[in-house]
């Protein structure tokens, strides 16, 4: 009577360990994540409540920007800042970053002086900045600005 208590139990986890040994060493060979370079990109703040501070961003992520502090990743507690404001995604094999413009009445100002409304996104550079709110700065990629500059 006892082996038939033990039994069932010794080939459910022989059949476990059976799938993760086959699945797991499949998936190491196939990507062969050793040597592979993780470009990473980088959100850093220029002026405002995040001054000095860098944010990094893996390819296809979304940082998002705004007031609500359970809906963005970045939270702002500055005139002109909405719930939901911006969001910024980089794009690893162009090495750029789209920002949009997600609030209902803030807008986006970029350094090339383009105002992005509702709904409205661009292709951003690195070393490019982005102006939200009254006192807001952040750029994107690695180069770094000259702070002195910026207004």
């Not at 007031?67 to 939901?84: A, F, H, M, W």
């Not at 090495?95 to 997600?102: D, G, R």
Request: with cysteine.
């Amino acid at each position: 009577m006892f082996i038939w208590c033990i039994l069932p139990g010794i080939f459910i986890l022989f059949l476990a360990s059976l799938c993760l040994m086959t699945g797991f060493k499949r998936g190491i060979d196939e990507k062969n994540t050793e040597n592979a370079a993780v470009k990473l990109g980088c959100i850093r703040g220029i002026d405002g409540e995040y001054r000095g501070r860098e944010f990094s961003i893996h390819a296809g992520d979304e940082i998002r920007i705004g007031r609500n502090g359970r809906e963005n990743d970045l939270v702002l507690d500055s005139y002109g800042i909405e719930k939901k404001h911006c969001v910024i995604v980089y794009e690893e094999n162009t090495e750029k970053y789209l920002v949009e413009n997600v609030s209902e009445r803030g807008v986006c100002r970029l350094a090339s002086g383009i105002l992005l409304k509702k709904e409205e996104s661009a292709v951003l550079e690195e070393g490019d900045l982005i102006d939200l709110g009254e006192s807001q700065i952040f750029q994107v990629g690695e180069r770094k600005v000259d702070e002195n500059h910026i207004r």
